[in-house]
């Protein structure tokens, strides 16, 4: 194994839009090309040294599932470099990139591209299994009589399509739902949520216009003669009076609104990774190092449903080393507000370490000036396979500006799952 540490020397976002508007008549693949081009241009290695691209997404289209490949064909790098597509749902590009980074410590390979796609805009509705059946057999018939005789057998409820939705399988809750569970378990009120929806507004577009973004974010051409330059859904204009009118989304009694919780966008995000000696030898300054990588699941059934990362906390700061107090960037992934700060209560929490992590102590507590100084998902948005990318980038480009060294990155994903990472500062 190698033990050298693994560079992350740079890359690329597009701008993240809300999902049907800006990039509607853009495939995943063509966003996602355009994001692995620009990390290839911004870091200026030769493409013919890469070995393998990891991309994530979740809602991979059918026409072409293996996003990783299509993007690949996309962007015109090289055929000959191997591709392969990531889900670990929100945590898909972060998974992306560990795995990149564990490829080349192993020696497997040099060089890796590593990021993430999501194109909400593409997602098809579908059709029940049954009619699915049904259309499969009428192909298969070979004679006239055959067809004839299927016809009597269609009932109209097969053109019925089923909306695209963002349920939990073993659950048969929605995420929002999930999480409006999970802000009443931990007494998170709808005024903390709509104040630190405002905060992420208010700290994205204060980024947004002091130029922090423009040292990762690509321009993006569209099929309309458009050019997208900032992310569409970051409001100057928001206040608290806005969000208190916005009623609750999953449960008349609920607390989570359209307005404290990430919009569905479309987006994607590229970094490229090698060994620090490596990047040495080819003359490239690195962006930071990846310090260390966790992954946690919890029981969905007995656990709220995003409460995974409080449980990898632990496994990364161990695994580099650290600990809490010597963390100087903390990016939690604003999946909705009542998730972060209910994350935020674990990690302060004695009961919640002894109890559930089986630790003397509370993780640490918060520093309100560590977190989230950009803004998040809230504001920005959250193409599912991209988020993890561009928190890598952000925190990466943060420290750099900030002078400071380490970074965590805590993602929140379906299923129960949770990933984090640590990152330091060239």
Known sequence: MNQERIAIIGGARTPFARARSVYQKMSAAQLGGIALREAVSVTGVDPALIDE????IVSAPAEGSNIAREAQFDSGLPATIAATGINRYCASAMEAAAGIAAKISSGQIGIGLAGGVESISSVRAL???EATNYFQDIAK????????GMLSKFRGAFLAPQAPGIKEPTTGLTMGQSADLMARLFKVGRAEQDQYALESHQKANAAWERGFFKSHVCK???PDGKVVDRDTDVRSDSSLEKLGKLKPVFYPDGTITAGNASPLTDGASALLLMTET??????LKPLGFLKSYAAAGVDIQNEPLLI??????????KSSGLTWEQLDLIEIHEAFAGQVIATLRAIESETFAREKLGLSKAIGSIDSTKLNPNGGSISMGHPFGATGGR??????????????????????????LGSVMILESA
């Open 278 to 283: 490596r990047a040495r030898e080819l003359g």
């Open 141 to 148: 018939a070979k004679t006239m009589g055959q067809r004839l």
């Open 220 to 222: 993006v051409p569209t």
């Open 391 to 416: 928190l890598i980038l952000q925190t990466l480009h943060q420290l750099r500006a900030s002078g400071k060294q380490y970074g965590l990155i805590s993602v929140c994903a379906a299923g129960g």
């Open 53 to 56: 691209i990891y991309m994530g």
């Open 127 to 129: 059709f029940s299994l």
């Open 308 to 317: 995974g990362p409080v449980y990898a906390i632990p496994k990364a700061l």
